[in-house]
């Protein structure tokens, strides 16, 4: 089985590795039939195509940005930072094959059979290879006395969300319509108008105590999807660096150690495959990787300059507070 571990040793560039190991799966799934390979070389040249031709991501940055202008102008008393990513290659191998083994874990469950490839397939729809992230947050100069501090960002939050689905698509995107819509999860603070695009795991908090707000725009001009988070600055470092983010990995773990504990070996080779190869790239010792411009001290210092471990960085901006000793009104 071919996995993305067997090239990260020979000093390549990461689009040299991204373009190996995507033929030679495309090679594979020719030989062996498997259209799950080939999705997945599909997947990966997505990714190639990032990388290679981002001329309309200037466009895209470009208008994003707008919104960074006008929020500089309706509310220059928040700190806030714009950022935007292109996904990691180890993060999105890994979010590959966790779709594969939670749809298929999930099918069999529900069904007590395996589902076709059609079906699989029909699940590999990412739309968060690109991501663009607002953070904000309020001075505490600017709070009123009495007033809580998360509370305010909240409905800033909100507000700013609210006004984000229209102010893009006067820029040529088009908000889409959150696939698992529930009502009873959104905060009233979200206009009707704006509720159906929204994931809002601010109002209901993930397990792991993550929160965020997001939301998925089609790029009409670039011809791509591109995901939106909103987050408060205690939200995003919680998320970043706290608890949320080791809670995440090791709850992941242990939910795939469990499923494949319940779904033998040899039963499903798509299954297999998948958890294969996530346990490869959860066990890599990245101190030990050799890729251009990649070199990590250990599994915690990591120096990645090329997009193979952290997202690529396409748009940093960040606005400070104006009137530091000023109250709002």
Not at 144 to 162: H, M, Q
Not at 257 to 277: L, N, T, W
Request: glycine share 4%.
């Amino acid at each position: 089985m071919i996995c993305l571990n067997d090239y990260l040793f020979s000093g390549n560039t990461v689009l040299k590795i991204l373009h190996q190991y995507s033929n030679d799966l495309r090679n594979g799934a020719k030989e062996s039939r498997n259209s799950i390979d080939l999705a997945h070389s599909n997947f990966l040249i997505q990714i190639i195509e990032l990388l290679e031709h981002n001329d309309f991501l200037t466009s895209q940055s470009q208008r994003i940005k707008e919104f960074y202008k006008f929020m500089t102008r309706e509310y220059p008393f928040l700190a806030f930072t714009f950022k935007g990513r292109i996904k990691s290659l180890i993060r999105a191998e890994e979010k590959f094959n966790g779709y594969i083994l939670e749809f298929i874990y999930n099918y069999y469950k529900k069904n007590g059979a395996f589902p076709s490839e059609a079906e699989i397939k029909s699940k590999l729809n990412f739309r968060d290879l690109i991501a663009y992230r607002i953070v904000i947050s309020m001075p505490v100069c600017h709070i009123k006395k009495g007033d809580d501090r998360s509370e305010v960002e909240r409905k800033y939050l909100y507000e700013i969300a609210n006004a984000l689905p229209e102010f893009l698509e006067e820029r040529g995107f088009s908000a889409e319509i959150f696939k698992h819509l529930d009502d009873s999860g959104h905060s009233e603070l979200l206009k009707d108008s704006v509720r159906p695009y929204y994931h809002d795991s601010v109002a209901t908090p993930r397990s792991s105590g993550y929160q965020s707000l997001h939301i998925t725009f089609y790029d009409n001009l670039a011809r791509c999807y591109t995901e939106v988070q909103l987050r408060t600055k205690d939200m995003d470092d919680y998320a970043e660096i706290g608890e949320a983010n080791h809670f995440g990995y090791e709850k992941s773990q242990e939910e795939r150690r469990s499923k494949h504990d319940q779904i033998p070996s040899g039963e499903c080779v798509y299954f297999d495959e998948a958890y294969e190869r996530l346990v490869k790239l959860q066990g890599i010792d990245l101190a030990k990787i050799d890729v251009n411009m990649f070199k990590a001290i250990n599994n915690q210092l990591i120096n990645d300059g090329c997009g193979l471990f952290r997202g690529r960085q396409i748009l940093p901006f960040e606005h400070l507070s104006r009137f530091q000793n000023d109250l709002i009104d």
